[in-house]
């Protein structure tokens, strides 16, 4: 469903695990951010 691909043999690997959790992580915010979620703020 996030189109992230995924191999079972890896799993539970804690670097693999690492990589998938940050590749799903920024691909939400960059969704987000691309549906309008995230606001500029000026200092």
């Not at 469903?1 to 992580?25: M, N, P, Q, V, W």
């Amino acid at each position: 469903a996030a189109g992230i691909d995924f191999d079972g043999r890896e799993a539970h690997s804690a670097r693999y695990d690492t990589e998938k959790t940050a590749e799903l992580f920024c691909g939400i915010v960059n969704r987000w951010k691309e549906m309008g979620g995230w606001e500029d703020f000026d200092d």
